[in-house]
């Protein structure tokens, strides 16, 4: 399979045997410590997928400009819509423009959890579900190291870094530059939405054991997006690979909708 991705990408990326992705091992905060919200939060797992809360709202902050690429909200929405209880539908809002102030060229775990706490409103009504994500400039410093292009915790929080996934398409060909790293905003987004609603293994229970134990919280199916190289620059690989393979960008795998699938309907 990894060889087979690999003569995909050399056909859309000029392949010099480049370096390999890091491991994502304690670089992704997916806990703070604190543990899930009651299961009657507006931002849990089960606020999430169940049909107590009729809507689902991702509360959007910006910084430095950085919003979504055009589209990219409603390919999110898109993806997340079939796993969620959600009849009066998904929404993203944006909330607030960060001040300048408040922006940093790097970000620790520290950082984000203090700007969360800042800017996170908790949109919506009291009947609507919410979730909360920050699209900030610079880069995140992994306590494992490496480069990370999207972060999760608490079954609450998000912080996307656009300008590193920008990075992360630099070696693609201009032909197919612009549509994949698009599809990489998308795709990252969804892959930490994914962490926040409780894949894998962080809230909702699996199915069938399917966690990769050298990257917790992530399945061990390199097809689904919940796979640990959709928050790092191989994520850019994979995507041009699927895309010339004329397959759907990214998907979830069976094994976490088995999982959303039972969670939803207990």
Same mark, same amino acid.
């Given at each position: 399979?990894?060889?087979?991705?690999?003569?995909?990408?050399?056909?859309?990326? #000029?392949?010099?045997?480049?370096?390999?992705? /890091? @491991? &994502? +091992?304690? $670089?992704?905060?997916? *806990?703070?410590?604190?543990?899930?919200?009651?299961?009657?939060?507006?931002?849990?797992?089960?606020?999430?997928?169940?049909?107590?809360?009729?809507?689902?709202?991702?509360?959007?902050?910006v910084g430095g400009g950085l919003a979504p690429s055009a589209g990219v909200s409603d390919t999110v929405i898109g993806a997340m819509g079939p796993l969620l209880d959600k009849p009066d539908g998904i929404r993203v809002e944006t909330d607030t423009e960060i001040p300048t102030e408040r922006l940093q060229d790097?970000?620790?775990?520290?950082?984000?959890?203090?700007? #969360?706490?800042?800017?996170?409103?908790?949109? /919506? @009504? &009291? +009947?609507? $579900?919410?979730?909360? *994500?920050?699209?900030?400039?610079?880069?995140?410093?992994?306590?494992?190291?490496?480069?990370?292009?999207?972060?999760?915790?608490?079954?609450?929080?998000?912080?996307?870094?656009?300008?590193?996934?920008?990075?992360?398409?630099?070696?693609?060909?201009?032909?197919?530059?612009?549509?994949?790293?698009?599809?990489?905003?998308?795709?990252?987004?969804?892959?930490?939405?994914?962490?926040?609603?409780?894949?894998?293994?962080?809230?909702?229970?699996?199915?069938?054991?399917?966690?990769?134990?050298?990257?917790?919280?992530?399945?061990?199916?390199?097809?689904?997006?919940?796979?640990?190289?959709?928050?790092?620059?191989?994520?850019?690989?994979?995507?041009?690979?699927?895309?010339?393979?004329?397959?759907?960008?990214?998907?979830?795998?069976?094994?976490?909708?088995?999982?959303?699938?039972?969670?939803?309907?207990?």
């Open positions: 399979m990894k060889r087979l991705l690999f003569a995909l990408t050399c056909l859309l990326v #000029a392949c010099d045997g480049g370096s390999t992705p /890091g @491991s &994502s +091992d304690g $670089a992704t905060p997916l *806990t703070d410590g604190a543990g899930p919200p009651p299961a009657g939060d507006r931002s849990s797992p089960a606020a999430y997928v169940r049909g107590d809360f009729r809507a689902l709202v991702i509360e959007l902050d790097e970000w620790t775990f520290a950082d984000l959890q203090a700007l #969360a706490a800042e800017t996170f409103d908790s949109r /919506g @009504s &009291s +009947d609507e $579900a919410v979730l909360h *994500t920050m699209w900030l400039p610079g880069r995140y410093v992994a306590e494992g190291g490496g480069t990370i292009l999207g972060v999760a915790w608490s079954n609450r929080h998000i912080a996307m870094f656009p300008e590193t996934i920008e990075a992360s398409c630099s070696g693609l060909l201009p032909t197919v530059r612009e549509r994949v790293c698009t599809e990489a905003q998308a795709a990252v987004w969804t892959h930490e939405i994914g962490h926040v609603i409780g894949l894998v293994n962080l809230g909702i229970p699996m199915v069938e054991d399917h966690e990769d134990p050298d990257h917790p919280g992530h399945t061990n199916d390199e097809e689904g997006v919940m796979y640990w190289a959709y928050e790092r620059p191989a994520a850019a690989d994979l995507l041009a690979a699927r895309l010339a393979g004329g397959g759907p960008s990214f998907e979830f795998g069976p094994a976490s909708l088995a999982d959303v699938e039972a969670f939803r309907a207990p």
